[in-house]
Each structure stands twice: as C-alpha cells, then as structure tokens.
C-alpha cells in the first residue's frame, strides 16, 4: 500500500470521521478546550457530568485523531495539560455552525417528535 493512501475504518470516510467526533463526549471536549490549554480535573469540571473514565478515552481518542495534543511535564507532581492542535482548532468553525443549526432548530425538531410519539 503506497504510504500516502490512508484506511478508514468504516469504507465511507465521512462517517469513519464523524462517528470519531460525533459522540457525546467529543465535542463537548473540544469546545471546552476551544478557550484555553486545560487540565484532566479543569476537563472535568467544566464538562460536569462526565465520568474520569470516559473523559480520558475521549481524550485518548481525540489525541488519536489529531484534534487534541497532550503534553507531559517532567515534575513532581506530574502534570499533563490538554490543547487543541490546528485540526482541532479548524473544526470549530463547522462545529459552531452546527452548533447554531441545532440551536435555531431545536424547537421545530422538538415539536417533530411530540407529533410522532
């Protein structure tokens, strides 16, 4: 396989990428970091209710994916903060209009379901 040819998971690239971001977690991570390099318990405190577990492996995942980066200091206590990378940060502005749909639409959708349930 010639090195610049890449493998998704999924056969259709925007899902395999979607299914990544999309989850309950991941956006909320990246939004919360879009304001500033954070720590795990900062993390934690400004999404609320997410589990250490789950914040972590969100947090290893977007680290995977290029939209976090995570760096180690060498001290004692250890300490290890969290930022978005350039990928992270150029999902924002799809993020935020998505964010806007769903804002201005949340009453129609709402009003979707009263009607089908």
Known sequence: MPKDEFVFDQPCPI???LDRIGDQWSMLV???LAARTMRFNELMREIGDVSKQMLSKTLKRLEQDGFVARTAYPEVPPRVEYALTDLGRSFLEPLGSLVR???D???AIAEARKREG
Do not use: C, E, K, P
């Open 15 to 17: 899902r395999d990428v």
């Open 105 to 107: 639409n949340h009453r």
């Open 101 to 103: 749909w769903a804002d």
């Open 30 to 32: 990246l939004v919360t």
